[in-house]
């Protein structure tokens, strides 16, 4: 292998990273919104003495948000 084709070779993995790089921390981004939606919920109906109200509404509020971000990546990307 002569320097020049591992050079080129790092470089493009380099930027296949670089392209790569906003993908890979969405399904970790999807899942702590949604289940930052749910602990706020869970949180509330513990203060308030509510059942699943909430729950529901902070799980509804926090699918919406990941899905809006998702919508908002993917969008930005093409």
């Given at each position: 292998?002569?320097p020049?084709n591992?050079?080129?070779?790092?470089?493009?993995?380099?930027?296949?990273?670089r392209e790569?790089?906003?993908y890979?921390?969405?399904?970790?981004?999807?899942?702590?919104?949604v289940?930052?939606?749910?602990g706020?919920?869970?949180?509330l109906?513990g203060?308030?003495g509510?059942?699943?109200?909430?729950?529901?509404?902070?799980?509804?509020?926090?699918?919406?948000?990941?899905?809006?971000?998702?919508?908002?990546?993917?969008r930005?990307?093409?």
């Amino acid at each position: 292998m002569s320097p020049e084709n591992k050079d080129g070779e790092s470089r493009a993995w380099a930027r296949a990273l670089r392209e790569m790089g906003p993908y890979l921390g969405i399904g970790a981004t999807l899942a702590v919104t949604v289940l930052g939606g749910v602990g706020i919920g869970y949180w509330l109906d513990g203060r308030l003495g509510t059942t699943p109200a909430f729950v529901l509404a902070g799980s509804v509020v926090g699918i919406l948000t990941a899905g809006y971000h998702f919508y908002r990546l993917v969008r930005v990307k093409q």
